[in-house]
């Protein structure tokens, strides 16, 4: 059976690394199946990528990562059960950015009273009501999760970067200890080459979180264009500490140690990558690295 890395993964899903890890740290891909520790080593299957890319197709609908969250709390609940949680919901078809749950032959909104019974396979969505569809009514107001999302849909062009950046400054607004959101909005400063704002970024991600594996990984890279490069040696470090499959961080420690002239270390770090990713992009200069060097 073909695995994927975390890399590998967000290249065929076109989502960020941080975007999946984000939805294993919140509990999201998780709960609708995906274990948590696959996403740090070579071992996704095509099935989680199937759950995955569900998720992000009830994103591209309208549904936000909590309804999301909440519908798959409701099929996990004594009351609504399915070997496949993502199969058991849908957004509806009459109203706005409304997520329903299969529930006993119906579909009701998580924690609603009202049901729609099923005719047929093809029979299409009617209203659906609840005790407080009233009051839910209206307008939606974009909590600090949606802005996220849409700052990841936004932060891969760079003819977007600017509106990446002012989503994810909206989301830390509203949600100041929002780790994630902090990180990623280093990442779109320092791709516009906001090197300053970018840092103290990634600076406040990791006040929020010291182990975050992309904050320490981005704030070394920063640092080591800098020449800073035994700062940037401690956050990759911390990096790996956190995330020891992860292949791209063998790599930069590899090239590191090298620059750094400990060639003992750097050998270890590219034995180490080709050891999680023999057919990867720098397999080749690896094995060349560790080749014995000839007369």
């Known amino acids: 059976m073909s695995t994927y890395s975390l890399r590998d993964a967000a290249r065929?899903?076109?989502v960020s690394p941080a975007r999946l890890r984000y939805w294993t740290r919140?509990?999201?891909?998780s709960a609708a199946g995906v274990d948590a520790k696959a996403l740090e080593g070579r071992a996704l299957g095509f099935s989680d990528l199937v759950v995955a890319r569900a998720v992000l197709a009830l994103l591209k609908q309208g549904i936000s990562l909590?309804?999301?969250r909440r519908g798959l709390d409701s099929v996990q609940s004594d009351t609504i059960e399915s070997d496949s949680p993502l199969s058991a919901l849908r957004p509806s078809q009459v109203g706005e950015r409304r997520l329903l749950v299969r529930a006993g032959g119906a579909w009701v909104e998580p924690g609603g009273q009202g049901?729609?019974?099923?005719?047929?396979p093809e029979k299409p969505l009617g209203g659906v009501e609840t005790l407080d569809a009233a009051k839910n009514r209206g307008a939606h107001q974009s909590d600090s999760e949606d802005l996220f999302a849409r700052g990841c849909a936004l932060d891969g062009d760079p003819a977007t970067?600017?509106?990446?950046?002012q989503c994810y400054r909206e989301a830390v607004e509203l949600d100041p200890e929002f780790a994630d959101c902090h990180c990623n909005l280093g990442a779109a400063y320092y791709n516009r080459g906001e090197r300053g704002p970018a840092r103290e970024a990634f600076m406040r991600?990791?006040?929020l979180a010291p182990h975050h594996v992309e904050a320490n990984f981005n704030l070394a890279n920063l640092l080591e264009e800098e020449g800073d490069d035994h700062g940037?040696?401690?956050?990759?470090?911390?990096?790996?500490?956190?995330a020891p499959l992860y292949a791209d961080l063998q790599i930069n420690l590899a090239l590191l140690y090298e620059k750094m002239g400990e060639d003992g270390w750097s050998r270890k770090h590219w034995r180490r990558y080709l050891q999680l990713d023999s057919a990867g992009v720098w397999s080749d200069l690896a094995r060349l690295r560790l080749a014995p060097e000839k007369d």
């Not at 049901?115 to 047929?120: D, I, R, Y």
Request: glycine share 2%.
């Open 12 to 14: 065929i899903l076109k």
């Open 26 to 29: 919140t509990e999201l891909l």
């Open 66 to 68: 909590q309804q999301i």
């Open 115 to 120: 049901v729609l019974s099923f005719e047929g």
């Open 161 to 165: 970067y600017q509106e990446a950046i």
């Open 205 to 207: 991600c990791l006040d």
């Open 232 to 242: 940037a040696l401690r956050h990759y470090k911390v990096a790996l500490a956190a």
